[in-house]
């Protein structure tokens, strides 16, 4: 269930900030049972009250300025939390941004992601929910996996994996190896035994430059956070509405078997 104010949608006692003129919540946060944390930034569709559209006006062309929806990924967001809940029984944590993409970029560093003090708000709540998640996954499970939702439009078929090279599953390395990075076990592995079509294939190769990872993954992956992120771009064909929940059983099974064979000797040791 979903409280709060109409920007966000949390648990009494916490209030990030409040827009009231909007109709629905523009962040959405659902706290979880497991160390998992689904996250999707790009499929938003709602305005942000008195928020013209970015502009990109004088923006660095590293700023890799994009106002144009991931279509169909905040619904597989849902979908995936959902299918989890069904597998295991517990809900993964849940942080959605509702906003369109022309308003607010929530994957981009503050400099590059809004234009307006209203957009502002909604990008630093969205990101407040996203620490809180991680900081509260922490505190009770010591480790824990985000998985942040995107799609692309390069291939329909494929999913791209996205850590930086490797540089945002830090503690997932260190602690199981190379192997659990790259191997049949990990987690774009075990994607591919799904019958995803998967990027890198060997995975042990370098990932796409345009899908690598991008502002979400760098902050709350790495090395401040004992926590494994991956960004994962779909192409169309499992993100349409026909397919979303064919996709979302197969990730949640994905998820299953991670949180057992990387999470559970941690938790042991708690």
């Not at 109709?23 to 009250?49: E, K, M, N, Q």
Request: hydrophobic share 40%; with cysteine.
């Amino acid at each position: 269930m979903y409280l709060g104010s109409p920007i966000l949608a949390f648990c009494a006692g916490i209030v990030l900030t409040a827009i009231e003129e909007a109709s629905a919540p523009l962040v959405v946060f659902r706290r979880g049972d497991i160390p998992v944390i689904i996250v999707a930034a790009h499929g938003g569709s709602l305005p942000v009250p008195n928020c013209p559209p970015r502009t990109g006006k004088d923006l660095p062309k590293r700023a890799r300025f994009v106002t144009a929806r991931d279509v169909g990924t905040r619904e597989l967001a849902l979908a995936i939390a959902e299918a989890t809940y069904r597998k295991l029984r517990q809900r993964p944590y849940l942080v959605i941004l509702s906003a369109h993409r022309k308003s607010v970029d929530a994957n981009r560093p503050p400099e590059f992601a809004f234009e307006s003090e209203s957009a502002q708000k909604v990008y630093e709540a969205f990101h407040r929910a996203v620490e809180l998640a991680c900081k509260e996954v922490e505190e009770k499970f010591s480790c824990g996996l985000l998985l942040d939702i995107h799609g692309q439009k390069l291939n329909p078929d494929v999913v791209y994996r996205g850590t930086a090279q490797g540089a945002t599953v830090q503690r997932l390395r260190k602690l199981h190896g190379e192997e659990a990075f790259t191997g049949e076990k990990s987690l774009f592995g075990m994607l591919k035994a799904h019958g995803f079509k998967v990027y890198p294939d060997p995975l042990g190769e370098a990932e796409w430059p345009g899908y690598s990872g991008g502002y979400i993954v760098r902050r709350y992956g790495g090395e401040r956070w004992e926590i494994d992120a991956y960004q994962l771009e779909f192409g169309m064909n499992y993100r349409t509405k026909d397919a979303r929940p064919t996709t979302a059983d197969k990730i949640a099974d994905v998820i299953e078997h991670y949180v057992k064979l990387y999470f559970q000797a941690a938790q042991e040791n708690k």
